[in-house]
């Protein structure tokens, strides 16, 4: 299984950024959880997409801003970033696993996700 996340880049204030997450070598997985990791910080949860009963979770630093989405012809879940603020600063990875997973609970802690892709950075700033 592997992951391939891409779509970073340098965004102005309040501004708008589409990341990809694009799976490859396996079909079945059962969501995408995004997580970011700021300079100096741990990573955090970002948002995930359970495909199994099509419910998207959001950490509540987030929620209105972004949106996940999935386009299951191209084996792509999208998070979509808008009103992007500086705090958004960070790099963005996307992540699953062969089993299913709680959303509400690997946001929390992703120890249990076997599959990372290699971040792509998203940097705010005007």
């Known amino acids: 299984v592997q992951l391939q996340a891409s779509g970073g880049g340098l965004v102005q204030p309040g501004g708008s950024l589409r990341l990809s997450c694009v799976v490859s070598?396996?079909?079945?997985?059962?969501?995408i959880a995004w997580f970011r990791q700021a300079p100096g910080r741990e990573r955090e949860g970002v948002s995930c997409l359970s495909l199994g009963d099509g419910k998207s979770y959001y950490v509540d630093s987030v929620k209105g801003r972004f949106t996940v989405s999935r386009d299951a012809a191209k084996n792509a879940v999208y998070l979509q970033m808008s009103n992007v603020k500086p705090e958004d600063t960070a790099v963005y990875y996307c992540?699953?696993?062969?089993?299913?997973?709680?959303?509400?609970?690997?946001?929390?802690?992703?120890?249990?996700?076997?599959?990372w892709g290699k971040g792509t950075l998203v940097t705010v700033s005007s």
């Open positions: 070598g396996y079909t079945d997985y059962k969501g």
């Open positions: 992540a699953t696993d062969t089993v299913q997973f709680p959303c509400q609970v690997v946001l929390r802690d992703p120890r249990g996700l076997d599959y």
